[in-house]
């Protein structure tokens, strides 16, 4: 599971940095590193990366929970790492079906996301 943690981590701090690396071609490297004031609107692109962050960080909190959660016990449960590798595996492709204004496929792999969340969350239910 800290794996996937990882991985997901990894995701997170990419799409964190996605739209500055969007706006350097479109501002300049010294503008860039300056005060920034009056920036020009984000290319389409860029705003598609910041809302595709912005969902990012709703569901990201859940899934560190719940994978945390899955490893206090003796040993992580298969439905639980199905459920990890399902929501970071969806998470990468949601990024580009947002990015490349994917509509239906983004609404699919978001779905794809959420059920690997249910997966992991099943272990945890039936501990109750």
Known sequence: MIIWI??????????LF?????RIPQIGIG??????????????????AVRAFNNLRESFPVFLALAILNMLGSSVPADAILGA??????????LFCY?????????LVWAV????????????????
């Open 18 to 22: 996605l739209p500055s690396l969007i």
């Open 99 to 107: 990015l490349f204004a994917v509509p239906w496929g983004r609404s």
């Open 31 to 48: 503008r860039y590193v300056g005060s920034r004031d009056d920036l020009p609107e984000l290319p389409v692109v860029g705003q598609r």
């Open 113 to 128: 996301g959420f059920l690997g969340l249910l997966f992991m969350l099943k272990p945890i239910v039936l501990q109750i």
């Open 6 to 15: 990882v991985v997901a981590l990894a995701l997170y701090f990419a799409q």
């Open 85 to 94: 590798q399902l929501f970071v595996g969806a998470r990468v492709v949601y």
